[in-house]
């Protein structure tokens, strides 16, 4: 926890400490920004934010994971004025105020233990947890799909990654032991529960440690082509294009790009309702093919995977996962594995020989268990 870090930092104690958590999506991936369904659950790594007002209009802020003099910007601050980690911090600030809300001075710690660049959403944390303190201090009176609006438009606006709303949302409205159906056009959700454990079952997340970089325009890249291929199909989001005539819409397209990118949507968006339904039955060993049918669509038609990733999913399913796939935005970052409690070690034995044999970066490991959302500490 930051308090410490706070007293340290600035003197005194803060008034209080907000946590918001990280995700690992189970299925639904860059359907989000296409109007789609997700599925992410959140974990309990996270973000503390120990939080103070203070008189005038400056905000400072430290970072126990980037030590050195606290970050200084005034609440005014507008894009492009703060970059790096604290971009973050600032992006929530100007986010909030730009939409008329009365944030003021204050002093601000940070922690988390989210793996960064792992495709965990340690951005979404650290945005939530700065929003879940700043709503409570500031008296704004927001909820969940409020303050995880107002962190999208942060990470969207301020930062320049065109995320779409799931990450926040997870770390905002999550229940713990659940999973978080999430509509992301009517912002509607669902808890659904998730306890793998008492059936004797795990979700194994793997880190790949592959680098993981989306602000460098493939994953903006990814979004305007689903962007355009709507637009000609004459859908306001590809979350509208029906299963059942995706061969007749696919032949409507001239690009090939655009037909892979459709085809990876909308078969997604399926296989979201398809987990949905299994869960809401108890069948959670059916779960396991759709997560690898998933990965092989990322892999062959969204083209965001990478050979750590690929690798990682087939150890995992050769020593005896139910299901693989890769997890969050792609290029690098985490494979999820769903397998019998009992072989966690065996599997990820496995992946770590393969990663050996080609020369990889040892990959890291832990069980995931849906934890909750962003909320008061202290």
């Not at 960064?116 to 979404?124: P, Q, T």
């Not at 779409?164 to 009517?186: C, K, V, W």
């Not at 602000?215 to 305007?224: Q, S």
């Amino acid at each position: 926890m930051s308090t410490g870090q706070f007293t340290a930092a600035f003197g005194g104690a803060p008034d209080g400490v907000w946590a918001a958590p990280g995700r690992v999506n189970v299925i639904g991936e860059h359907t989000d920004y296409n109007d789609g369904f997700v599925l992410p659950m959140a974990l309990p790594q996270g973000v503390t934010a120990a939080a103070a007002r203070r008189a005038g209009t400056r905000v400072r802020v430290v970072s126990r994971q980037e030590p050195g003099t606290p970050v200084t910007f005034d609440v005014e601050v507008e894009p492009g004025a703060v970059t790096g980690w604290a971009a973050y911090v600032a992006g929530v600030v100007w986010s909030l105020r730009t939409a008329g809300f009365d944030v003021g001075g204050l002093d601000l710690a940070v922690d988390g233990d989210v793996p960064a660049g792992a495709g965990l959403s340690s951005s979404a944390a650290l945005e939530c947890a700065v929003a879940a303190a700043l709503s409570d201090l500031f008296g704004l009176r927001l909820g969940p799909s409020a303050l995880a609006r107002a962190a999208q438009r942060a990470e969207n606006d301020f930062v320049g990654m065109p995320c779409g709303i799931m990450d926040q949302m997870a770390s905002m409205a999550s229940r713990e032991g659940h999973l978080l159906f999430l509509d992301t056009r009517s912002l509607t959700t669902e808890h659904v529960p998730f306890d793998l454990a008492a059936h004797g079952h795990a979700l194994l997340v793997i880190d790949t440690r592959a680098p993981h970089r989306l602000v460098d325009g493939e994953y903006a890249d990814r979004r305007h082509t689903c962007e355009k291929a709507a637009a000609a199909l004459g859908a306001a989001a590809l979350r509208d294009i029906p299963a059942a005539s995706l061969a007749g819409t696919l032949s409507r397209l001239d690009d090939e790009t655009q037909r892979r990118r459709v085809r990876h949507i909308v078969t997604e968006n399926e296989r979201v309702l398809e987990v949905v339904r299994l869960l809401r039955d108890g069948d959670v060993t059916a779960v396991g093919p759709l997560l690898t049918a998933s990965h092989v669509s990322l892999r062959d038609d969204y083209q965001v995977t990478v050979e750590e990733l690929d690798v990682a999913v087939d150890a995992a399913l050769e020593s005896g996962a139910y299901g693989a796939r890769m997890t969050g935005g792609g290029f690098g970052g985490c494979v999820i594995a769903l397998l019998p409690a009992g072989r966690v070690d065996t599997v990820l034995a496995a992946v770590r020989r393969e990663f050996a044999a080609r020369g990889f970066a040892e990959p890291r490991g832990f069980v995931a268990t849906p934890s909750r959302g962003a909320h008061r500490v202290r």
